[in-house]
């Protein structure tokens, strides 16, 4: 099921990112939802397309933006292009971590940066804010923790 059906749609999506309408069109598909989660599955595939985020982050200023990733060197790259206040205030860059009950270290580059928080993964005791999800059917609900620039988030392994 999953290759007939997910895979293919996942493969669209990702080539869909070099359209040169794509911008308009996530900023058309946000259009005025309070809250956005970039990539239910994947990541960032180069500068480039963190860049195009940032574009549709800046045109969608009434949208709160999360995007969490594993590119670590993606964002410190952006940093370095586009300087330490390059993030919009409606952007929120969670770096993931790599291993459950290891707590995510921001390198140094990246420490201090607004708009850059990590998400901790745990299997007993949470490194962080602890996020409900698995204890609500696996939706946010009213929780919007993850869209806070200030919170560490810590996900139950799963």
């Known amino acids: 099921m999953y290759a007939a059906t997910i895979e293919p749609a996942q493969h669209a999506r990702l080539e869909s990112i070099n359209d040169p309408l794509w911008i308009d069109s996530m900023v058309n598909l946000i ?15 180069d500068l480039e397309h963190l860049e195009k985020i940032v574009a549709v982050c800046n ?4 949208t709160r933006h999360w995007l969490p ?14 300087g330490r206040n390059a993030i919009p205030q409606n952007l929120v860059i ?9 707590p995510v270290i921001i390198p140094a580059s990246l420490k ?22 698995s204890k609500q059917g696996g939706a946010c609900l009213d929780c919007r923790a993850c869209w806070d620039r200030k919170e560490t988030i810590s996900y139950a392994m799963h």
């Not at 259009?31 to 595939?45: E, M, T, V």
């Open 94 to 102: 969670r770096l993931s971590a790599m291993y459950p009950d290891k």
């Open 69 to 82: 990733t594993r590119e670590y060197g993606m964002v410190k790259a952006y940093i370095a292009k586009h």
């Open 59 to 62: 045109a969608t200023p009434k």
């Open 31 to 45: 259009g005025s939802d309070a809250f956005f989660r970039w990539h239910d599955s994947g990541d960032l595939q």
């Open 112 to 133: 201090g940066i607004a708009g850059i928080a990590a998400s901790n993964v745990h299997t007993a005791k949470p490194i962080g804010t602890d996020c409900n999800a």
